[in-house]
């Protein structure tokens, strides 16, 4: 293969990559509540759409700026935990709900004990997302000066 035509390969690749990134970006922000698969679309009657042409150079710089500090992995929350965890690192944590079916991973009883415990030793700072459940209470010994509750579950502060 000539080299042009091995850079004409690479750019046509990388121009590829953009444009996926572009058109996922696009979805990601008229989609509801960021889901990457069953995506359904919400509407309103007043302003505009999430995201016009004209302001999409803008948007991409928030998000980059927004993110620019933020790690994002996919790993065992206590592997993740363990990996992170220093006296300045904020935890948010959100595991599926106590005893919820619909989740692409089983987490069971012993998992939320794993996660209490991986909790108890930090030195950072976290917030958890559970639902409100008898169990979740126990587990995590719950008293009010640490936890809030809303609609959709408790919050551990």
């Known amino acids: 293969m000539p080299a042009n ?8 690749h990388t121009i590829h990559l953009y444009s996926c990134t572009a058109r996922y970006f696009y979805l990601q922000r008229h989609a509801f509540g960021g889901k990457v698969e069953g995506r359904t679309y919400g509407t309103s009657t007043t302003g505009g759409g999430p995201l016009h042409l004209s302001d999409l150079e803008e948007r991409i710089l928030e998000v980059h700026w927004r993110m620019k500090r933020v790690n994002i992995e996919n790993l065992d929350a206590c ?12 935890f948010y944590i959100d ?3 106590y005893e919820t079916a619909g989740y692409a991973d089983p987490f069971c009883h012993g998992d939320y004990e794993r996660l209490r415990s991986t ?5 950072g700072k976290f917030l958890l997302s559970l639902n409100d459940h008898p169990q979740v209470r126990e587990i995590f010994a719950l008293n009010p000066e640490i936890w809030a509750t809303s609609l959709s579950g408790i919050c551990v502060l």
Do not use: N, Q
């Open 79 to 90: 592997a993740c935990i363990t990996k992170y965890d220093r006296a300045h690192t904020f």
């Open 95 to 97: 595991p599926p709900y």
């Open 5 to 12: 035509a091995a850079i004409a390969v690479r750019i046509t």
């Open 119 to 123: 909790l108890d030793g930090i030195k």
